[in-house]
């Protein structure tokens, strides 16, 4: 494990000393981030690629020296752990720029979640000792004391994005994951053939149902921020991405706004 870790690291040094500027973010952003980010090269000329993985492998790589100067986290515990180890002199922000909402899939054969909870084979959930939708999925299941009955239904994946291709490749048939996996008609319509049949595929195969939100802590998305003479264009980005002018983008994408 240690050597993929420093596989990855290398990769992401690497990758630093081309044009486009790194991001990280969190695996449910996967398919939104991309065309926010292709909207603001648009306006602007500035090439940002994002590098996704679940946050809290991700908080782990940016503690171990990883150059990203922003972090989107779809959990604030993970940006504010960062921004305690920052000096003074780092001048080091972080703040919240919307709550997540957790969905959860099921095959079409079922009527109803809990029907599919109880008769499915498996279920996929992200893991919930480093992704913030399975610890919510964790919860939600805690809650309803299904959590032990289910365990040897439970099939963990690294992250929400690998539990979407778990649902759309058949190895579940019911999966909790992060609403903007599965973002509105019209911003589905942007992304790529290949991620517009996936979701196709997933809406033809099954249904799904938004977990209310009492039903689980709350998904704070956060980001982080700490500059870096090297990466001039981020605060830019970050200033752009949380303007009023993009809120109905993230609402779109599945998030509930926050004041700032």
Known sequence: ????????????????????????????????LPLLLQQYQAETGVNIEPV???SGKLSQQIQHGAPFSLFLAADSLYTNNLLQQCSLMQHCQTGIYGQGQLVIWYHHR?????????QSQHIAIA?????PYGKAALAYLQQHALWSQLQPKIRRSDNAALVLHMLSTGQAEVGFI???LLPETRLQQLLPQAQQQQLQLLQKLGRTDVVARHLYPAIRHSWFYRPDANQPEIKTFLDWMLAAKQQQFWSAAGFKMVQH
């Open 1 to 32: 494990m240690r050597g993929l870790k420093q596989v990855f690291a290398a990769l992401i040094f690497s990758c630093s000393t081309n044009a486009a500027q790194l991001i990280a973010a969190a695996s449910d952003l996967r398919l939104v």
């Open 110 to 118: 079922f009527e109803t979640a809990e029907q599919a909870l109880a």
């Open 52 to 54: 996704f993985a679940s």
């Open 178 to 180: 992060g609403h903007a």
């Open 127 to 131: 893991d919930p000792n480093h992704a």
